[in-house]
């Protein structure tokens, strides 16, 4: 079980918008800083966002993240094949002393 | 541009000790804190703890009585040990950099190795 919760599954068609949510709590999120990632099976997980809503450099402004009290969104505009993937929402935990993740969201590209 | 890369073996006997090393090029170990992550199979991601030059340490509560991550500067790089291993610590092991205070891991990370726990 984790900490943050997060949909197990996501899907859209090429072009379109999704938008996967993450929620937690005072400890977590509505403290700290939300981060997403993208994980791809045999490559390193890949920093979306960071400090709530920041992109580094290189990530498209297709990306963009938001957060509210102990919630935040990750929005993937114009979506791509290349899209799909598993998503990771994390955010630093003031009661474990360390981050937290969500389950992961699958996002399928129809 | 910062690279990492785990390495160690990809089967463990149950009950013996899981050691793994992260090599850094690109960057020092010396500054930011260097931490270690795992994914079980089917589950999500888990913090396993950090380290810092300075001597701090950080362990998941979960796992710290039997976990040690220590800090090799010489060869640049750091490790992991985690003891008395069962089939619950089959996952794939990341290591990833933590560019600030109480943030999680940014853009740096390992591409993983995975580890399994045979009986």
């Known amino acids: 079980q984790s900490v943050l919760t997060q949909p197990p599954s996501a899907s859209e068609t090429p072009g379109q918008r999704v938008t996967i949510t993450c929620s937690g709590s005072s400890s977590n999120i509505g403290n700290n800083y939300i981060y997403w990632y993208k994980l791809v099976p045999g490559t390193a997980p890949k920093l979306l966002i960071y400090k709530n809503n920041q992109r580094p450099s290189g990530v498209p402004d297709r990306f963009s993240g938001s957060k509210s009290g102990t919630s935040a969104s990750l929005a993937i505009s114009g979506l791509r094949s290349e899209d799909e993937a598993d998503y990771y929402c994390a955010a630093w935990d003031d009661s474990l002393s360390g981050p937290v993740f969500g389950g992961g969201t699958k996002l399928t590209v129809l | 541009q910062v690279q990492l890369q785990e390495s160690g073996p990809g089967l463990v006997k149950a009950s013996e000790t899981l050691s793994l090393t992260c090599s850094v090029s690109g960057g020092s170990v010396t500054t930011y804190y260097w931490s270690w992550l795992r994914q079980s199979p089917g589950k999500g991601l888990e913090w396993i703890g950090h380290?810092?030059?300075?001597?701090?340490?950080s362990y998941n509560p979960s796992l710290k009585s039997r976990v040690t991550i220590s800090l090799d500067t010489s060869e640049n790089q750091f490790s992991l040990k985690l003891t008395s291993v069962t089939a619950a610590d089959t996952a794939m092991y990341y290591c990833?950099?933590?560019?600030?205070?109480?943030?999680?891991?940014?853009?740096?990370w390992g591409q993983g190795t995975l580890v399994t726990v045979s009986s």
């Open positions: 380290v810092h030059n300075s001597g701090s340490r």
């Open positions: 990833a950099r933590i560019s600030g205070l109480r943030v999680p891991p940014g853009e740096y």
